[in-house]
Every structure is written in structure tokens, then in C-alpha cells.
């Protein structure tokens, strides 16, 4: 019997949340409007994270998953999450949407999942929603690439990680705009979205890399988005650098590519070839299907598209039977 196709890369929002923002993420954080007539958070004026109806309407969404032949879908809060506001407001955003999440969940049992978000800013208040997620039903942990420009490798979140790690949950590493936005220009043509997203990623999971994350935290399933960022067409290079740079051994005695069993990927790229590669890299047992719905460049049918076109016992895997095992499903 085929396993269900579950897609673990899907996002959703509520008005509250989103007026709780709008209330208090500025400075930074401002809503304006963007070519083509939608609204997109802006972070520092460059434009990152454009929220769309289908985000609101968990109908749609159902219907969606019952169009394209999706199972199984497992919801997070997308960027910039709930690392805004002072510590009340940061654990009202995570509450928001836990809580809206874990409802639809009940109401949807066979059909969808969902990530907790935490206020990792303020890590008592991280540790505390944590816990009531998890009685709650949570399937995971979301976290942002960066918190507010904080490595996820900073000691200030290590209780965090350890009591996480002591749950043994999957937790989907998300990126969002990466530190220097307006230095590097990315206002110019959305470049957070295309360019920028994948830096975050990729600059998170090589530092838990190097910084000896996956010695630390045996338990952790750590799920790096959009398949794993540029991993696939780095790890060669984070191998050579360990080789040959001192400060690269600093905190890991085996080279970088050694750790990539302990990561998963999602298959959230545009391309079979860079699936192929994704593939190749963590290998046919570390891919899940995602599908970044309903982002504006999320595409539910077409990455599983892409997965249908892998080979047959790859395909199976990546399809839904490494999320069962990742998730226990």
C-alpha cells in the first residue's frame, strides 16, 4: 500500500495575527503595498513576506490538498513568526497561532499537523509555550533562520534547543530575511524572496554544522527548507574549508558532509535537476515533500510533480513515507 503524499511545508495566518503585527512590528516592520496590488511586510523597507487570502482560509486549503492529491498537510507560521513586540506581545503571536492551529487540527484530524512557534527571544516564555504546544498536539517546532539577527547557534537559546532536543521533535528551520538587507539592496526586486530566503538557510544549518549541533543534540530532526537552502552545491566546499582552515575543526572532528544524515531536507526547489541534487546529497531516506502553499511562489502540484518523477522507490519515500517516520504518523 502506498504511503499518503504529506507535505510539510505549508503555511497559514489569521487576521489576529496579522493585526498584531500590523500594532506592533514597527519600526521594522511595516506593511506596504507591492507591484501587483498585494500587501507585503516589509522588514527595515525591503520587502519580504507577502501574505495571500489562501493563508487565511482553511476551506481552501482542504480543497487545495483534495485538487493536487495531498494528504496530509503540516501547517507553520511563516516569517517574520513572533519575533516582534516586547515579550507580551511576542507570546500573544505565538499563542494566536498555536491555538488557531491546534483547532484546526481537531477539527481536520486526518488531514492536517502543525509546527509550534515560540517566542525564542525570550527563551522562560519559549520553554513554557513549548510545553503546552506539545500537550497541545504540536507535531514540531518552526524557528526562523536568524531571531532578530541571533545565530540559532547562540548560547542565549541552548535551554531551548535542549529541552527540544529532549522531545525528540522535528524542527523545520525557515528562513527569513537574513541580517543586512538594506546593506546588500534586496528592496530591488524582491531579492529577500529568490536570493536572500536561501542565505538564511543555508548560513543557519552550516553553523549548526561546524558548531558540533548534531553532537550536542542527538535527538534533534532538524528539516532545512527549500532544500536546504545552497547546501547541496556547498557541502564540498564546507569539506574543503574544514581540511584546510583551522577554525573550521574548532568544534567538530569529522568533516561537515559527515553530518547531513542528521538533516533533512524539504523538496520545496523549482527544478527535477535541483531535486536530483537534493536527493544525492542527504539522500532518498532525509527528502520529504513540502510545497510552500500558499506563498506566491509556493507550488503544491508542481513539486510534487517533481517528486512523481523520481524514481520509483525514492519516490514512495519522499512522497510520504520518510515524513511518517520523521513525524512517528
Known sequence: MASPVIDVHSHCLTEAWFDLLQKHGGPRYTVKEVRGG????????????????????????????????????????????????????????????????????????????????LPWQYPELALNELARAHRAGASGVMVLANVNGQPLTDPFFERIWSAIDALALPVLVHPTA??????????????????????????????????????RYPKLKIIASHGGGALPYLISRMDQCYDNIPACREKIAVRPSEYLPKIVADAVVFSPDVLELCVKTFGAGNVLYGSDYPHTIGDMPGCLARVNGLPAGTRDKVRGANAQRVFGL
Do not use: K
Not at 499563542?95 to 499537523?113: C, E, F, G, Y
Open 178 to 215: 537574513p541580517p543586512g538587507v538594506g546593506e546588500m539592496n534586496m528592496a530591488r526586486f524582491q531579492l529577500t524572496a529568490s536570493i536572500g530566503f536561501t542565505f538564511d538557510t543555508s548560513l543557519a544549518i552550516a553553523r549548526m554544522i561546524y558548531d558540533g549541533f548534531f553532537d
Open 38 to 117: 498585494l500587501r507585503a511586510i516589509h522588514l527595515d523597507g525591503a520587502p519580504f513576506m507577502t501574505p495571500v487570502p489562501a493563508m487565511f482560509d482553511y476551506a481552501l486549503r482542504l480543497a487545495t490538498m483534495d485538487r493536487h492529491g495531498v494528504d496530509i498537510g503540516v501547517m507553520s507560521l511563516t516569517c517574520p513568526n513572533c519575533y516582534w513586540g516586547g515579550p507580551d506581545v511576542s507570546l500573544q503571536a505565538a499563542l494566536i497561532m498555536n491555538d488557531d492551529m491546534a483547532t484546526a487540527t481537531t477539527a481536520h484530524p486526518d488531514r492536517l499537523r502543525w509546527f509550534a512557534s
